[in-house]
């Protein structure tokens, strides 16, 4: 790959059609103005429009369960609490603890030793707890430390407990369950005001992996600078003096020109066609799809997955993936129309 100094080769191979289908995926992954609120709603424990949360409360997140239940991706959840961190100064992000443990024999010993392993490495009162907690399968066992209160031990000393264990080198401990774990350094005055200014900021974040995509375009495309050159000032770095040109790319050849002609001349993706939209429609009409989120109904037209259009099994519905050759934008405003809401409403 050139890092031993020595003359490399780089091939670059596209499909100008491709460009349509990542466009869709930049936008897919993009929550709607309605999810961000909801995630907010969730992380300050808001019942009746009042959070449960004061300055100085610690709250613990499972961020995979709250992507999962609020429709949309863990690492949008992860990026939106981010930004609350950082943009906004209204949390702290401290140390992340894990809810739970998978235990196995080092040694291929069966389970129904795991108790005595543990009693003679661990304290009595905590061995006495693990013992009772211990949720034993086939090959392995589960510890779920939020049953924990039940048994008069706290967390650091089965936190402990798990560490004796694998310095034993009897045990093999596997964490699993993580919690993020976040300080409220301030409220906010407003939750509705909040999703409004992160919604804008997603928005721009969409605006600029577009742009990045058309970065990649106008790669391809150029005919007027060597590529070689352009990549090599995208890195940060400047040909030496003796650096020469050697690859195809600029000098007028025709096999540059053709593949520059190739996608700079690539279709745009079509108006939404009205027999598909019909079957969309109809199903909406029918309650097969959902119509309290355009962006979720968007994405079923599209072809894209989330959890609330696997969960409510669409991914068989004729109506998935009908539309993939239609851009999103189009698709969208055709969504909002038929649900009656704009994607920005919270």
Same mark, same amino acid.
């Given at each position: 790959?050139?890092? !031993?100094?020595?003359?490399?080769?780089?091939?670059?191979?596209?499909?100008p059609? #491709?460009? !349509?289908?990542?466009?869709?995926?930049a936008?897919?992954?993009?929550?709607?103005?309605?999810?961000?609120?909801?995630? *907010?709603?969730?992380?300050y424990?808001?019942?009746?429009?009042?959070?449960? *949360?004061?300055?100085?409360?610690?709250?613990?997140?499972? /961020?995979?369960?709250?992507?999962?239940?609020? #429709?949309?991706?863990?690492?949008?959840?992860?990026?939106?609490?981010?930004?609350?961190?950082?943009?906004?100064?209204?949390?702290?992000?401290?140390? =992340?603890?894990?809810?739970?443990?998978?235990?196995q024999?080092?040694?291929?010993?069966?389970?129904?030793?795991?108790r005595?392993?543990i009693?003679?490495?661990?304290? +009595?009162?905590?061995?006495?707890?693990?013992?009772?907690? %211990?949720?034993?399968?086939?090959?392995?066992?589960?510890?779920d430390?939020?049953?924990?209160?039940?048994?008069?031990?706290?967390? !650091?000393?089965?936190? /402990?407990?798990?560490?004796?264990?694998? #310095?034993?080198?009897?045990?093999?401990?596997?964490? +699993?369950?993580?919690? /993020?774990?976040?300080?409220?350094? +301030?409220?906010?005055?407003?939750?509705?005001?909040?999703?409004?200014?992160?919604?804008?900021?997603?928005?721009?974040?969409?605006?600029?992996?577009?742009?990045?995509?058309?970065?990649?375009?106008?790669?391809?495309?150029?005919t007027?600078?060597? /590529?070689?050159?352009i990549?090599?000032? $995208?890195?940060?770095?400047?040909?030496?003096?003796?650096?020469?040109?050697?690859?195809?790319?600029?000098?007028?050849?025709?096999?540059?020109?053709?593949?520059?002609?190739?996608?700079?001349?690539?279709?745009?993706?079509?108006?939404? =066609?009205?027999?598909?939209?019909?079957?969309?429609?109809?199903?909406v009409?029918?309650?097969?799809? =959902?119509? !309290? #989120? =355009?962006?979720?109904?968007?994405?079923?037209?599209?072809?894209?997955?989330?959890?609330?259009?696997?969960?409510?099994?669409? *991914?068989? $519905?004729?109506?998935?993936?009908? *539309?993939?050759?239609?851009?999103?934008?189009?698709? %969208?405003?055709c969504?909002?129309?038929?649900?009656?809401?704009?994607?920005?409403?919270?």
């Amino acid at each position: 790959a050139g890092r !031993d100094g020595l003359p490399s080769e780089c091939r670059l191979l596209y499909c100008p059609s #491709d460009m !349509d289908i990542l466009e869709n995926f930049a936008r897919c992954d993009s929550p709607s103005a309605r999810s961000i609120r909801k995630v *907010l709603e969730d992380f300050y424990w808001v019942k009746d429009g009042v959070s449960s *949360l004061r300055v100085g409360s610690i709250r613990e997140v499972a /961020q995979a369960a709250m992507a999962k239940e609020n #429709d949309l991706q863990e690492n949008v959840v992860r990026m939106l609490l981010a930004f609350i961190d950082i943009y906004h100064g209204l949390i702290e992000t401290l140390t =992340p603890k894990y809810s739970s443990y998978r235990l196995q024999s080092a040694r291929g010993l069966p389970l129904s030793t795991f108790r005595d392993t543990i009693f003679r490495l661990v304290p +009595a009162n905590v061995a006495q707890a693990l013992s009772s907690m %211990l949720v034993l399968k086939q090959t392995w066992a589960h510890l779920d430390l939020d049953q924990r209160t039940t048994h008069g031990v706290s967390r !650091d000393e089965l936190v /402990q407990a798990m560490r004796h264990l694998e #310095d034993s080198g009897e045990v093999k401990v596997f964490a +699993a369950g993580v919690l /993020q774990v976040f300080k409220i350094t +301030a409220m906010p005055e407003s939750i509705n005001d909040l999703a409004r200014a992160e919604t804008i900021r997603f928005k721009e974040r969409e605006a600029r992996e577009m742009g990045r995509l058309n970065q990649v375009v106008q790669f391809i495309t150029t005919t007027t600078e060597c /590529q070689s050159l352009i990549l090599m000032k $995208h890195f940060g770095e400047q040909p030496g003096k003796d650096w020469i040109c050697t690859c195809e790319c600029y000098k007028g050849g025709t096999k540059a020109k053709k593949g520059a002609v190739a996608m700079s001349q690539r279709g745009k993706m079509s108006a939404v =066609p009205a027999a598909a939209w019909a079957v969309i429609a109809d199903a909406v009409a029918s309650g097969t799809l =959902p119509s !309290d #989120d =355009p962006r979720l109904l968007t994405r079923v037209a599209i072809g894209t997955k989330s959890p609330r259009i696997t969960k409510l099994r669409l *991914l068989s $519905h004729p109506a998935f993936g009908s *539309l993939q050759t239609c851009s999103f934008e189009s698709v %969208l405003t055709c969504c909002e129309k038929l649900c009656g809401r704009k994607d920005s409403d919270l």
